[in-house]
């Protein structure tokens, strides 16, 4: 028996959902002083509202050690774990240090946490490359190095909307934002190697930006058959299907699905974000 446990920026498909192998371990997100769990009691929307009224930058804080010895202790023999780049929260090490603490009175188990470099999608995908594995009857260290060598190929696209959790949070200056908000520039954003975030293009509108994000997709994507895409949106449907159906007239993949944003996600990607990840 194996069990994934991923952390709440990881979205579930309705699929994952009813499989019984995957659960999430919810993040905490806070905007001036609400404190909000990202679980399916998850208000998008209130939240949305909530953020952009706020003249502070929302924040998240990773889930406890002790959330994920609660999912690890469980009737599974190989427990995976799958957390948020490493780069981008303190999801990961809480993860590790809770599997010490777990091993420390049972070693019995065989558990290993994988550092995304990615998120939201990019973390689903992760997953499902690790069911993969286990239904296919790899052995555990084999499933560890494929999916391993899965991560190091994965790229994570995004375009947002709005730059205004930029602006709040210091990243961006009040300048940069008013002028970009101004010429209506959207930044098409990626994840490095190491799980980074870098600016990998611009354009005025969000078609545009989305086209030069289509075209940053194929410049780094082979073998598509064989690859499941996934796009995830915030508050966008229309967009994610309009996104879906654009990648479907550039190159034939084996799969391609839409989720909604669970609540870091949207954090991160605000009311109007995309992602996208292959």
Same mark, same amino acid.
């Given at each position: 028996?194996?069990?994934?446990?991923?952390?709440?920026?990881?979205?579930?498909?309705?699929?994952?959902?009813?499989?019984?192998?995957?659960?999430?371990?919810? =993040?905490?997100? $806070?905007? %001036? #002083?609400?404190?909000? @769990?990202?679980?399916?009691?998850?208000?998008? !929307? +209130?939240?949305?509202?909530?953020?952009?009224?706020?003249?502070?930058?929302?924040?998240?804080?990773?889930?406890?050690?002790?959330?994920?010895?609660?999912?690890?202790?469980?009737?599974?023999?190989?427990?995976?774990?799958?957390?948020?780049?490493?780069?981008?929260?303190?999801?990961?090490?809480?993860?590790?240090?809770?599997?010490? =603490?777990?091993? $420390?009175? %049972? #070693?019995?188990?065989? @558990?290993?946490?994988?550092?995304?470099?990615? !998120? +939201?999608?990019?973390?689903?995908?992760?997953?499902?490359?690790?069911?993969?594995?286990?239904?296919?009857?790899?052995?555990?260290?084999?499933?560890?190095?494929?999916?391993?060598?899965?991560?190091?190929?994965?790229?994570?696209?995004?375009?947002?909307?709005?730059?205004?959790?930029?602006?709040?949070?210091?990243?961006?200056?009040? =300048?940069?934002?008013?002028?970009? #908000?101004?010429?209506? @520039?959207?930044?098409?954003?990626?994840?490095?190697?190491?799980?980074?975030?870098?600016?990998?293009?611009?354009?005025?509108?969000?078609?545009?930006?989305?086209?030069?994000?289509?075209?940053?997709?194929?410049?780094?994507?082979?073998?598509?058959?064989?690859?499941?895409?996934?796009?995830?949106?915030?508050?966008?449907?229309?967009?994610?299907?309009?996104?879906?159906?654009?990648?479907?007239?550039?190159?034939?993949?084996? #799969?391609?699905?839409?989720?909604?944003?669970?609540?870091?996600?949207?954090?991160?990607?605000?009311?109007?974000?995309?992602?996208?990840?292959?």
């Amino acid at each position: 028996m194996y069990k994934i446990i991923l952390d709440s920026c990881g979205e579930l498909t309705e699929e994952m959902k009813k499989d019984g192998h995957f659960v999430n371990v919810p =993040l905490t997100l $806070e905007i %001036d #002083e609400q404190q909000i @769990i990202d679980d399916d009691s998850f208000d998008q !929307a +209130s939240f949305i509202k909530a953020v952009a009224e706020s003249p502070n930058a929302p924040k998240s804080a990773c889930p406890s050690p002790n959330a994920y010895m609660v999912e690890m202790d469980c009737d599974a023999d190989n427990i995976y774990v799958v957390t948020l780049s490493a780069q981008l929260s303190g999801s990961y090490n809480s993860a590790c240090l809770g599997k010490d =603490l777990y091993e $420390e009175d %049972d #070693e019995s188990k065989n @558990i290993h946490v994988f550092d995304s470099k990615s !998120a +939201s999608i990019g973390e689903t995908l992760i997953a499902l490359k690790i069911a993969e594995c286990e239904n296919a009857g790899m052995s555990f260290e084999q499933v560890i190095e494929t999916v391993d060598a899965y991560i190091e190929g994965q790229h994570t696209f995004f375009v947002l909307e709005t730059l205004e959790t930029f602006r709040k949070s210091g990243r961006l200056s009040g =300048l940069k934002a008013a002028i970009a #908000e101004t010429l209506n @520039i959207k930044p098409v954003m990626g994840s490095t190697d190491n799980g980074y975030i870098q600016q990998l293009a611009k354009g005025r509108g969000m078609n545009q930006t989305i086209d030069k994000m289509t075209k940053c997709v194929m410049d780094v994507t082979t073998d598509c058959e064989n690859k499941i895409l996934a796009i995830s949106h915030c508050n966008c449907p229309d967009r994610a299907l309009s996104l879906k159906k654009k990648m479907e007239s550039l190159a034939t993949f084996k #799969e391609i699905f839409i989720v909604d944003m669970r609540g870091v996600s949207t954090m991160y990607a605000n009311d109007g974000g995309v992602i996208l990840v292959v």
